[in-house]
């Protein structure tokens, strides 16, 4: 699993309410990314990061704010979530033997009344 | 974006036969890589071929990338029960770019 956490895995909230999940690894990795998973569109890339305050956005960023204080932690932040954004979202780094591999974490299912 | 797209989304087949899925993508990749996901689980990688490789193999899996065809294959031999999943790939053009995942092919093993 490569060491990676989830938090919360499971979650209800209200429209309008903010929310932020977190990402969590042990193994000192520099690259980490966020994903969401909707039936019928695959994966898709929220945000990344490459380094402690380096980040940028992915494919699907609108609605999402990310932050990397340190290096064990990435925070996906919805300002005040829609119901759009009930999904499930998934972590990942980069390892592997040359470094470019990616592994996902167990996912955080959200569900936005 | 460099988006796979798998075909067939949807397969199904007696235990003991061979599974091939397709991938294509549209614009130059550094490598691809190919996950499983059982259902309502997180992904498992399977494979990662990259743009200099044509064929690799991990125990019943075997991939093929041909980049003149913006395409690749996963192979899975003499099929089991447990290999029934949803079967992505995902691409990359390197450096810190994510992945760009297809829709997935949902793979029905018989019994």
């Known amino acids: 699993d490569a060491g990676i956490t989830q938090s919360p895995r499971h979650k209800v909230t209200e429209t309008g309410t903010p929310v932020t999940l977190r990402c969590h690894q042990t193994?000192?990795?520099?690259?980490m990314y966020w994903y969401r998973q909707d039936p019928g569109h695959g994966l898709r890339l929220i945000h990344y990061?490459?380094?402690?305050?380096?980040?940028d956005k992915g494919e699907v960023s609108d609605g999402y704010s990310v932050s990397r204080s340190k290096t064990e932690d990435f925070l996906l932040t919805l300002e005040s979530a829609t119901s759009s954004q009930t999904s499930v979202y998934f972590c990942?780094?980069?390892?592997?033997?040359?470094?470019?591999?990616?592994?996902f974490g167990p996912g955080t299912r959200l569900t936005v009344l | 974006s460099q988006q796979g797209e798998e075909d067939p989304q949807a397969l199904s087949i007696q235990e003991g036969e061979n599974a091939t899925m397709n991938c294509s993508y549209k614009?130059?990749?550094?490598?691809l890589q190919w996950y499983r996901q059982n259902s309502g689980r997180g992904l498992v990688h399977l494979i990662l071929?990259?743009?200099?490789?044509r064929e690799k193999h991990s125990g019943r899996l075997r991939v093929t990338l041909d980049t003149s065809k913006k395409s690749s294959s996963l192979l899975i031999t003499a099929s089991r029960a447990a290999d029934t999943a949803s079967y992505f790939c995902?691409?990359?053009?390197?450096?810190?770019?994510?992945?760009?995942f297809g829709k997935g092919t949902h793979l029905i093993i018989q019994p």
């Open positions: 990942a780094i980069r390892g592997g033997q040359k470094g470019d591999t990616q592994y």
């Open positions: 193994e000192n990795h520099r690259y």
């Open positions: 990061s490459y380094g402690v305050k380096d980040t």
């Open positions: 614009t130059s990749i550094n490598n």
């Open positions: 071929i990259r743009s200099n490789e």
């Open positions: 995902a691409a990359t053009g390197g450096g810190a770019d994510g992945l760009t």
